[in-house]
């Protein structure tokens, strides 16, 4: 049964961090692109980050890049996402994402079920 589970949510202080990490069942992780993206109360849900399936490569929103930093671990079959120096404005469910695309097509899609990010004093 495939999954992806996060954790790592909650409330943080302006200016605080935390880290968010996602578990990943029943599909070949290693072959996935793994991203991380959120979506705030009336917004559109929004790339954050995201890293190639060998790790070798990452991209961020300009809105965290300096302040986010993601990464994997293909044993563990793990997507972890950083987060420091965090604003009011990083206030969002953060919803981990597995997708594996080949030049035919799309070959899976995976989400997780997302976790609760709160900044506030």
């Known amino acids: 049964q495939v999954q992806l589970v996060e954790s790592g949510g909650g409330l943080v202080q302006p200016g605080g961090s935390l880290t968010l990490s996602c578990v990943a069942f029943?599909?070949?992780?290693?072959?996935?692109?793994m991203s991380w993206y959120r979506q705030a109360p009336g917004k559109e849900r929004e790339l954050v980050a995201r890293i190639t399936d060998t790790g070798e490569s990452t991209n961020y929103a300009d809105s965290v890049k300096g302040r986010f930093t993601i990464s994997r671990d293909n044993v563990k079959n793990t997507v972890a996402l950083q987060m420091n120096s965090l604003k009011p404005e990083d206030t969002a469910v953060y919803y981990c994402n597995a997708v594996r695309v080949v030049w035919f097509g799309t070959i899976f899609d995976y989400w997780g079920q997302g976790t609760q990010v709160t900044v506030s004093s």
């Open positions: 029943g599909f070949t992780f290693s072959s996935a692109t």
